[in-house]
């Protein structure tokens, strides 16, 4: 059951702001009783759009409302004989979203896409006909909106049809937008489909859509849409805080006179403010219900102030602070720092002699528009690129395409199978923030909250980052594992030898889709690497054979590729054996290496290796140490007086003041290699080195 067949009249009261919501609806029976009338004559606008020509006008006075009749004659025209569910025309659907999009400020390109949104996917009306009467812009955007044919694509019709939605999201923002209004007008309408279906579809507008309107900032349309996920998913839960909010509806509320005190603050300091109680929407509340427990007045709504300028939010601060008791916990400056959906606005909570806590929200009036409309409250996102470019056939930027965008549109290309796609993208929705970390060449990286190195390397250097060997966190050498915060800068030290690449380890620490498809893919064309590095007792995030052979081994088969296991790595005199794995090529360990042991229980024939007569080499060394200052400094100045290369270094945490360092080091000579490991254990603080 919708939200609304569950008791609308209870809602009304417990919310004065779904009054609104309430006359659109009956707005909407209205366009469905003109609908009905069909199309007026050529040069009136039809009574069925009126209420959207309305809509807009309110936001862009000076709109061009032709294209409008024109495109809704074709869809009325279209769609003339269909009918929704509910039993009403069909063409009352695209109006309604056309009028949601309205109010929220769309302009006049988005609702022209709106009105046509299901003409090519439901009737006759193709591509080719939309792009000859309304150009390329408005094609483009009904052909995003326009599902994949399921007979084409069967059970994946669904995430294919998502996928689709997103790459054309990437070029264009509006495509979205038309998506959730569409969603929404579904959902208010869901009443009349089956239990079944209802969750099914309540299940995807939670996983997916809710969290698209979170991150495009269109929070008119995320909180509506929660409510109603809410009374179809837990309808147990809904009807407890409906009562409870009709409880609250009956008792005093705080909360209008303490706007009232804030408004003769401002009136008396000079600024100029309008001061209104916002209630919380269902979610909210019983969000709030589970986090506190009993709720008092003040906890059902908070206290919202528009002002004119960014100056202004400061004032209002100041005096707020001043009057009243703040409570400094509560503070938070998003017009400083934005919200990576757009969101700016200061966020306080003052105190009352009588014991409530109100929570407040300043900001100006254009930063309301963009908090409740998102990207929809930016107009055309392209009309000042386009005007800013001199070669007209140069291509396009779009100025909202966030980071998370970029990156579903950059691992989407990765995952070729649907159920990985549908999956994996849900998960990406599901991390509920993102943050920013500065690159050590300038640059900025937008990451899922919770990321770590890992993350940050493949998402600066693609499948490059197999190389990384190590990282610097605020300029400290860190481990790989190492989750980065917001603001932190990190420098990620890459090998320069191909047959470098991860380890399985890595998948443990590694958030973002791109990450995890990357080292996974990797790890299905390498199995006796990943089978290795999984049995090895070595450092943590190391890098899986990060080594060339430098012609140090030659194994007893013609013109086979040998290369050094990273598990063990073998250098001379050690005893060793050499196998054959994927490719031709030959791995070479250290004969009592445990990975020995598990090629030969698998069926793999030994190849015999021999060490040649001088070589340089490459291994990896553990110093296992007693923490102290510079000791790092020590041991690389240790390491270079034996003329010794560097090629990576990790350092991992503290464990009761003990320090492991893991070194992987070009010698010249072999031969050197004991007295390397004398040199590094004679540092002060150093009580042991030791092969990896």
């Known amino acids: 059951m919708s939200a609304e067949a569950t008791n609308p009249e209870a809602r009304s009261e417990a919310r004065p702001e779904l009054r609104r919501r309430g006359r659109t609806r009956l707005d909407l029976r209205r366009l469905g009783r003109a609908a009905l009338l069909g199309p007026t004559s050529r040069d009136r606008l039809p ?213 009232d005190a804030v408004r003769t603050v401002l009136r008396d300091a000079g600024i100029a403010a309008e001061v209104v109680v916002r209630p919380r929407h269902f979610v909210s509340v019983h969000r709030i219900a589970l986090k506190r427990g009993e709720l008092r007045g003040s906890d059902f709504g908070r206290v919202l102030i528009l002002v004119g300028e960014n100056a202004d939010c400061y004032g209002v601060l100041g005096e707020l602070h001043t009057c009243f008791t703040p409570v400094v916990s509560e503070f938070k400056d998003f017009i400083a720092v934005p919200k990576f959906n757009l969101y700016q606005s200061l966020h306080t909570a003052v105190a009352t002699p009588e014991g409530y806590v109100a929570e407040v929200i300043v900001r100006t009036r254009q930063m309301h528009r963009v908090a409740e409309a998102g990207v929809v409250a930016l107009g055309n996102p392209y009309a000042t690129v386009a005007e800013a470019c001199a070669d007209p056939d140069e291509e396009r930027v779009d100025p909202t395409r966030p980071g998370w965008l970029s990156r579903l549109l950059d691992w989407q290309q990765s995952a070729p199978d649907p159920d990985t796609f549908w999956s994996v993208l849900r998960a990406e929705l599901a991390q509920d923030r993102e943050i920013t970390v500065f690159r050590a060449d300038g640059g900025t990286l937008g990451l899922p909250g919770g990321a770590s190195c890992i993350d940050a ?156 007569a001088t070589a340089d080499c490459r291994v990896t060394l553990v110093a296992e140490s007693f923490g102290r200052p510079h000791l790092l400094a020590d041991l690389t100045e240790a390491i270079a007086r034996q003329g010794v290369e560097v090629v990576s270094a990790t350092v991992e945490p503290p464990v009761e003041q003990r320090v492991r360092h893991t070194y992987t080091l070009q010698l010249p000579d072999a031969t050197g290699l004991p007295t390397l490991m004398r040199a590094m254990r004679d540092v002060p603080g150093v009580y042991d080195v030791g092969r990896a």
């Open 47 to 259: 009574d069925a759009i009126g209420h959207v020509a309305e809509a807009h006008r309110a936001h862009h006075p000076d709109a061009d409302l032709s294209i409008l009749r024109r495109a809704y004659v074709l869809a009325e025209t279209s769609h003339r004989g269909q009918m929704r569910k509910s039993g009403e025309p069909y063409i009352t659907h695209p109006l309604a979203v056309t009028l949601i999009l309205a109010e929220l400020g769309a302009e006049t390109t988005t609702l022209t896409a709106s009105l046509l949104h299901d003409t090519v996917e439901d009737t006759e009306v193709t591509l080719d006909q939309v792009r000859e009467e309304f150009g390329d812009e408005v094609c483009f955007i009904v052909d995003g909106v326009t599902k994949v044919e399921k007979i084409d694509y069967g059970a994946a019709a669904e995430p294919e049809t998502f996928r689709k939605m997103l790459v054309a999201t990437g070029n264009d923002v509006r495509v979205m937008s038309i998506k959730l209004a569409d969603r929404l007008h579904n959902m208010r309408t869901l009443g009349v489909m089956r239990p079944d279906k209802q969750a099914r579809i309540a299940k995807v507008t939670r996983d997916v859509l809710i969290p698209l309107a979170e991150r495009l900032g269109v929070q008119a349309l995320k909180t509506e849409l929660e409510d109603l996920v809410f009374a179809i998913l837990h309808p147990e839960e809904y009807e407890d805080t409906r009562a409870l909010i009709a409880a609250h509806a009956g008792d005093r509320d705080p909360l209008p006179a303490i706007a």
């Open 457 to 612: 390397a493949y998402a600066q250097h693609g499948e490059a980052a197999h190389g990384c060997i190590g990282a610097r966190v605020n300029g400290r050498l860190t481990s790989l594992a190492s989750r980065l915060s917001d603001g932190d800068t990190v420098q990620l030290l890459l090998a320069h030898d191909a047959s470098s690449g991860p380890s399985p380890d890595w998948l443990e620490h590694a958030r973002t889709p791109a990450a995890r498809i990357a080292i996974s893919r990797w790890l299905q064309s390498h199995p006796d690497r990943a089978a290795a590095t999984t049995t090895a007792a070595r450092a943590p995030l190391s890098v899986v054979g990060a080594r060339g052979g430098g012609g140090n081994a030659v194994a007893d088969l013609p013109d086979a590729t040998v290369r050094l296991a990273g598990c063990c790595t073998p250098v001379p005199p050690d005893a060793v054996a050499g196998f054959v794995v994927r490719g031709g090529a030959v791995t070479v360990h250290r004969i009592h290496c445990q990975a020995v042991a598990q090629m030969r229980s698998v069926g793999r024939t030994s190849v015999a290796v021999h060490w040649r």
